[in-house]
């Protein structure tokens, strides 16, 4: 298993994201894996209803992502919304507040809010068969904890 933290920066151009804190995560398929440091436990293999645990501490002050196993699929083409199955939790309580598995069909990623922009925007070049977990920050010192199957690639928006 290979893990990488990094952090970058940029400016604002067009499809900037501001600060994006990522952790990388690599794991051998079948050989499961641990959750990246400081980021809730999550349990539960592509495509099967993830269990999310609880944030420990203080959530990260910038987006997070954290591959928890990387698909081998072509990657998510910028400007698209893909299929996908996700899950949301509360950072600071653990509460979900929406889980597409409970609807039974994959669906495209979250209503198109603003702040949920942010997050579908962090998904570009993702591999479609991956199980990504994003973090959110609100900006009260808590944050959205999303666990995200990619499943399909879609037509541009």
């Known amino acids: 298993m290979l893990m990488l933290v990094s952090a970058c920066a940029s400016a604002g151009a067009s499809g900037d994201h501001g600060r994006i804190r990522t952790v990388l995560q690599i794991s051998t398929p079948g050989q499961g894996s641990l959750p990246p440091p400081q980021l809730p436990d999550v349990t539960g293999e592509f495509g099967a209803r993830p269990t999310i645990a609880r944030g420990v501490g203080n959530p990260p002050t910038e987006p997070t992502i954290a591959f928890l196993t990387v698909g081998t699929g072509p990657r998510v083409v910028p400007g698209t919304r893909p299929q996908v199955r996700y899950a949301q939790t509360d950072w600071k309580t653990g509460a979900v507040s929406h889980d597409s598995w409970a609807e039974g069909i994959p669906s495209e990623i979250?209503?198109?809010?603003?702040?949920?922009?942010?997050?579908?925007?962090?998904?570009?070049?993702?591999?479609?068969?991956?199980?990504?977990?994003?973090?959110?920050?609100s900006g009260d010192g808590d944050a959205r904890v999303y666990v995200v199957d990619v499943i399909a690639q879609a037509k541009a928006s």
């Open 110 to 137: 979250l209503p198109a809010t603003q702040a949920n922009l942010n997050i579908i925007s962090l998904i570009d070049g993702v591999q479609i068969g991956s199980r990504i977990q994003l973090i959110n920050p």
